[in-house]
């Protein structure tokens, strides 16, 4: 898709970061933007801000980890605006550094309802409508935490393997109808992502650590989400980083595990 001009386009979790700055750029493209997220201020501020500035925007407080709501919103768009032309499947979670045996059974499952759940429920709900466009795309946010495994991430990573491989295989059986699909891998980008997380140790001090390694900022990110639809890229690499990542899962698919255990203790255990 190259023009997003009087485009309907639904980007989850937009109160904040990168589906914050999907919502600001695409609506200055002239496209019609629909929000959702579970953060009714956040939200509201998105939408108010892209509205000042002459855009559209409508906001809906949905719950991603939700199939209840998933739904509810569906037939509530549906009804109201007939059919949507991109959906960005971007609202996500994480949890602070934790070894994997001491993640709660409520945590897993959330982060597993929202990051894995919510990409397929949404794109169940809206996919029927996307097929039914003369032109449309689907773009679900993975990370580079899809491309490689790490320690002391194992339920994101896990749910981030499930987005990747779901939006593959689904490619595959769209390659015959008018809906591009894309994987977004964003390296690190300066979000509330590990703010908003849930954390088992110092919250503020990973939020911190977090900062000083992401080195792509939200605006950024969004441009370069946006470039790579533009050009029908089917794997979207966010920042240095993720393209750094990438190689390095490609070149050494296994022994990356040493590698990044490396960089783990040497960056983090200070
Ligand atoms: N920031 C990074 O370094 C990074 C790297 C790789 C992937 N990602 C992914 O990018 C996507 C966007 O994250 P971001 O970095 O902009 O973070 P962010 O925290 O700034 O934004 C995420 C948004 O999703 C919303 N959200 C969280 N749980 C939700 C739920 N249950 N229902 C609805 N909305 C919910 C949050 O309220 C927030 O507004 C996520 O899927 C994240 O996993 C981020």
């Given at each position: 898709?190259?023009?997003?001009?009087?485009?309907?386009?639904?980007?989850?979790?937009?109160?904040?970061?990168?589906?914050?700055?999907?919502?600001?750029?695409?609506?200055?493209?002239?496209?019609?933007?629909?929000?959702?997220?579970?953060?009714?201020?956040?939200?509201?501020?998105?939408?108010?801000?892209?509205?000042?500035?002459?855009?559209?925007?409508?906001?809906?407080?949905?719950?991603?980890?939700?199939?209840?709501?998933?739904?509810?919103?569906?037939?509530?768009?549906?009804?109201?605006?007939?059919?949507?032309?991109?959906?960005?499947?971007?609202?996500?979670?994480?949890?602070?550094?934790?070894?994997?045996?001491?993640?709660?059974?409520?945590?897993?499952?959330?982060?597993?309802?929202?990051?894995?759940?919510?990409?397929?429920?949404?794109?169940?709900?809206?996919?029927?409508?996307?097929?039914?466009?003369?032109?449309?795309?689907?773009?679900?946010?993975s990370s580079v935490f899809g491309i490689i495994g790490v320690?002391?991430?194992?339920?994101?990573?896990?749910?981030k393997?499930?987005?990747?491989?779901?939006?593959?295989?689904?490619?595959?059986?769209?390659?015959?109808?008018?809906?591009?699909?894309?994987?977004v891998h964003p390296g690190g980008i300066?979000?509330?992502?590990?703010?908003?997380?849930?954390?088992?140790?110092?919250?503020?001090?990973?939020?911190?650590?977090?900062?000083e390694v992401a080195i792509t900022?939200?605006?950024d990110a969004?441009?370069i989400?946006?470039?790579g639809?533009?050009?029908?890229k089917?794997k979207i690499l966010v920042g240095v980083d993720a393209k750094l990542i990438d190689k390095i899962a490609r070149w050494f698919p296994?022994k990356y595990s040493g590698l990044f255990k490396w960089i783990h203790?040497k960056k983090?255990?200070?």
């Open positions: 898709m190259k023009n997003f001009k009087d485009k309907k386009i639904i980007i989850t979790g937009g109160g904040s970061g990168m589906g914050r700055h999907l919502a600001y750029q695409l609506a200055n493209e002239g496209a019609e933007i629909f929000i959702t997220d579970i953060n009714a201020q956040t939200l509201k501020e998105t939408e108010q801000e892209i509205i000042s500035k002459g855009g559209k925007c409508k906001s809906y407080v949905v719950d991603s980890g939700s199939e209840q709501q998933i739904y509810a919103f569906k037939e509530k768009f549906l009804a109201e605006e007939k059919y949507v032309d991109v959906l960005f499947n971007n609202a996500g979670m994480a949890l602070g550094e934790i070894e994997f045996m001491e993640v709660k059974d409520e945590h897993l499952k959330k982060i597993i309802d929202v990051n894995m759940w919510g990409v397929i429920h949404f794109t169940r709900a809206f996919l029927p409508t996307l097929i039914s466009r003369p032109e449309a795309h689907l773009v679900n946010t320690r002391t991430q194992v339920p994101y990573c896990t749910t393997f499930a987005v990747r491989g779901f939006t593959e295989a689904l490619r595959m059986e769209l390659s015959d109808t008018n809906v591009t699909v894309s994987c300066k979000t509330n992502i590990a703010r908003n997380g849930i954390h088992y140790k110092d919250g503020d001090k990973s939020a911190n650590q977090f900062d900022t939200a605006e969004a441009t989400i946006i470039n639809i533009k050009k029908g089917e296994v203790e983090f255990k200070k």
